[in-house]
Structure formats: structure tokens, C-alpha cells
């Protein structure tokens, strides 16, 4: 039960994040899948999803009730199962697409993710990690500036991006008097450190880059925080772009004072390259422009400042 639940929170980690807002609760039979997988009952879960589709035929929520059987299997290890509830899970959500829409179905939109993503991770289980980077580019390709986008993109960074040159850093508009690219700071260790205005965990993460930019900024660490509008300020009030801009400001000199005089690119583009469907996101990237660390999801300070030692 550990192992099953700790691997479905790196799932959730893993799974997209929209803006605040635009969630809604689970419905019944996505509830009760999900409390199947908690039980590690999986027939039990095919069994609710049997029962709902004979009663009220293929909807959203029932593509995204599969959807949680594909991850639950492979949390609990159960590869042959959950690539087969992925495969079901593509097939029935792209089918939906001929008459729905990625924008205006939440359900939908998790349940093609999460089929994709969990697809790629059997391939990745399997040994065969070619075969899931190919698939992940594919499928990129396909579903490119979707809602899934940046998920698809992270997971194939997850995959891949370690060890190879960092994507550029683009800044049409930035906080701050000034901006610098990964060009010019090549020489130093760069910290990325993609954030959103309404993000809890990223605030939550600041105390401890501050400490580190703080101890390392001699030896040549720097940090670059990109960030975005998301159409909304507080409460998910929607705001125009001039507005969002202002409030995003206003929250990094509330939250994020330490990056004052740090570079704070603003725009979408960067958080596609990088896949930033999880905030914060944390990229380390050495001293020649080679990402060494990439993770959705808070880090500890010890294990950051151990990664950044290693790079210094």
C-alpha cells in the first residue's frame, strides 16, 4: 500500500497543472476508480468503469476514471495492465475529440495526458527508452500548443533533456531593469527556476534558493525565474495582460524579493520549452550550458545544494 501510494503522489506530481479555477471536483465514478486503486483492487475499478459505460455510454469522466486504472497499474508495477488501459484510455479519448475539444473538457484533457504519459513510462520500464522518447515526440507533434503540450514536453524532458544543451531562455518582456541569456551567463551555474503568481509550492521553494543564491553567488551560481500571464490575478478574477503583469509583480516583491535583481523573464514560450505543467520547476544547468538536473515539483534544500555543489 506504501509503494502504490507514494508512486501515484509522483504521478500527481507528473500530471498537469492547470490555472486555478478551471479544476473541478472529481465526479462519482472517477471518486471511486481512484479509491479502487487505492485498495490496489484494479478489477474492481474495471468493473465500476463496465458498469457506468453500460448505463450512460463512453463520456469524459469515464475516459478519465481509465485513465487512473493506466496509472494505478504502473504505480503498482503492473506494466502489461496499464499499457493496455493507457492504449484503451488513447483510443477512447481521441475518438472524443471528433466531437469535443481539449480547451473546454477538463476530463478529456487529463484522461489523453495521462495515457500518453503512462504509455511512455511502460516504455521507459521496459528498458526500451528510444521507443519512449520517439513516441512522446510524436505525439508532441500532434497535440503541439494543446493543453497537453507542456505535459507531453515534460515528460519527455524527464526522459531526456539531462545531459544535453539547455533550450534558450527567450524574454519579450521581463520584471526588472534587465535581462540576461543563458548565452551570457554561460561560465556560471544557472539555477531555472519557472514559478507561477498563484503557486503555493513555489513559494514554499524560495526560502531555500534564496539561501543557496545567497551562499553561492560568489562561486558563480546565478538564478533566472521565468514565469507567464495565465489570464487571471486572485481568486482566479480573470485580469488583461497589462493587469496580470502588475499583479505578477506586485508578487514577486511580496514572495520573491530575492529576485529583484535576477533575471525574471515573462512569457509562455520558455515554460512550453521546457515543459513547465508542474510549478515550480527546477532546471540546473553547468557552467557549459548543459542541463545537469531537471525536476517538476519542490526539492529539498540538501539535495539542491548538493547538486549545486557538485556543479560548482
Same mark, same amino acid.
Given at each position: 500500500?506504501?509503494?502504490? =501510494?507514494?508512486?501515484?503522489?509522483?504521478?500527481?506530481?507528473?500530471?498537469?497543472?492547470?490555472?486555478?479555477?478551471?479544476?473541478?471536483?472529481?465526479?462519482?465514478?472517477?471518486?471511486?476508480?481512484?479509491?479502487?486503486?487505492?485498495?490496489?483492487?484494479?478489477?474492481?475499478?474495471?468493473?465500476?468503469?463496465?458498469?457506468?459505460?453500460?448505463?450512460?455510454?463512453?463520456?469524459?469522466?469515464?475516459?478519465?476514471?481509465?485513465?487512473?486504472?493506466?496509472?494505478?497499474?504502473?504505480?503498482?508495477?503492473?506494466?502489461?495492465?496499464?499499457?493496455?488501459?493507457?492504449?484503451?484510455?488513447?483510443?477512447?479519448?481521441?475518438?472524443?475529440?471528433?466531437?469535443?475539444?481539449?480547451?473546454?473538457?477538463?476530463?478529456?484533457?487529463?484522461?489523453?495526458?495521462?495515457?500518453?504519459? $503512462?504509455?511512455?513510462?511502460?516504455?521507459?520500464?521496459?528498458?526500451?527508452?528510444?521507443?519512449?522518447?520517439?513516441?512522446?515526440?510524436?505525439?508532441?507533434?500532434?497535440?503541439?500548443? $494543446?493543453?497537453?503540450?507542456?505535459?507531453?514536453? @515534460?515528460?519527455?524532458?524527464?526522459?531526456?533533456?539531462?545531459?544535453?544543451?539547455? +533550450?534558450?531562455?527567450?524574454? +519579450?518582456?521581463?520584471?526588472?531593469?534587465?535581462?540576461?541569456?543563458?548565452?551570457?551567463?554561460?561560465?556560471?551555474?544557472?539555477?531555472?527556476?519557472?514559478?507561477?503568481?498563484?503557486?503555493?509550492?513555489?513559494?514554499?521553494?524560495?526560502?531555500?534558493?534564496?539561501?543557496?543564491?545567497? @551562499?553561492?553567488?560568489?562561486?558563480?551560481?546565478?538564478?533566472?525565474?521565468?514565469?507567464?500571464?495565465?489570464?487571471?490575478?486572485?481568486?482566479?478574477?480573470?485580469?488583461?495582460?497589462?493587469?496580470?503583469?502588475?499583479?505578477?509583480?506586485?508578487?514577486?516583491?511580496?514572495?520573491?524579493?530575492?529576485?529583484?535583481?535576477?533575471?525574471?523573464?515573462?512569457?509562455?514560450?520558455?515554460?512550453?520549452?521546457?515543459?513547465?505543467?508542474?510549478?515550480? $520547476?527546477?532546471?540546473?544547468?553547468?557552467?557549459?550550458?548543459?542541463?545537469?538536473?531537471?525536476?517538476?515539483?519542490?526539492? =529539498?534544500?540538501?539535495?539542491?545544494?548538493?547538486?549545486?555543489?557538485?556543479?560548482?
Amino acid at each position: 500500500m506504501r509503494h502504490i =501510494s507514494a508512486a501515484l503522489a509522483l504521478l500527481t506530481v507528473l500530471a498537469v497543472t492547470s490555472p486555478v479555477g478551471a479544476q473541478t471536483a472529481p465526479t462519482n465514478i472517477i471518486r471511486e476508480v481512484r479509491a479502487t486503486i487505492a485498495d490496489q483492487n484494479f478489477a474492481a475499478g474495471e468493473a465500476l468503469i463496465d458498469q457506468y459505460r453500460a448505463v450512460h455510454g463512453v463520456t469524459s469522466e469515464m475516459i478519465a476514471a481509465l485513465s487512473w486504472l493506466a496509472r494505478g497499474t504502473y504505480a503498482a508495477g503492473q506494466l502489461d495492465m496499464a499499457r493496455q488501459y493507457s492504449v484503451d484510455t488513447h483510443a477512447l479519448a481521441v475518438s472524443a475529440l471528433d466531437t469535443g475539444s481539449l480547451e473546454d473538457d477538463y476530463d478529456l484533457e487529463i484522461a489523453l495526458g495521462a495515457a500518453i504519459e $503512462t504509455d511512455a513510462l511502460v516504455r521507459a520500464a521496459r528498458g526500451d527508452r528510444s521507443s519512449a522518447v520517439y513516441f512522446l515526440e510524436r505525439e508532441i507533434e500532434t497535440y503541439r500548443d $494543446t493543453k497537453i503540450h507542456k505535459r507531453l514536453q @515534460k515528460n519527455l524532458h524527464l526522459l531526456s533533456l539531462e545531459g544535453q544543451p539547455a +533550450p534558450a531562455i527567450v524574454a +519579450p518582456e521581463y520584471l526588472g531593469s534587465s535581462v540576461q541569456t543563458l548565452d551570457q551567463l554561460r561560465g556560471n551555474v544557472v539555477l531555472l527556476f519557472f514559478w507561477a503568481h498563484w503557486c503555493p509550492d513555489c513559494k514554499a521553494q524560495v526560502p531555500a534558493i534564496a539561501r543557496l543564491l545567497e @551562499k553561492y553567488r560568489s562561486e558563480g551560481l546565478r538564478v533566472v525565474a521565468p514565469t507567464q500571464r495565465f489570464g487571471y490575478i486572485v481568486s482566479g478574477q480573470d485580469a488583461p495582460p497589462d493587469e496580470e503583469l502588475r499583479h505578477i509583480e506586485q508578487v514577486q516583491n511580496e514572495h520573491y524579493a530575492f529576485l529583484r535583481n535576477e533575471s525574471v523573464p515573462v512569457g509562455d514560450a520558455n515554460l512550453k520549452r521546457y515543459g513547465v505543467s508542474t510549478t515550480p $520547476t527546477l532546471v540546473l544547468v553547468d557552467r557549459e550550458g548543459i542541463v545537469r538536473l531537471y525536476r517538476p515539483g519542490n526539492l =529539498s534544500e540538501d539535495d539542491l545544494d548538493a547538486a549545486i555543489r557538485e556543479l560548482l
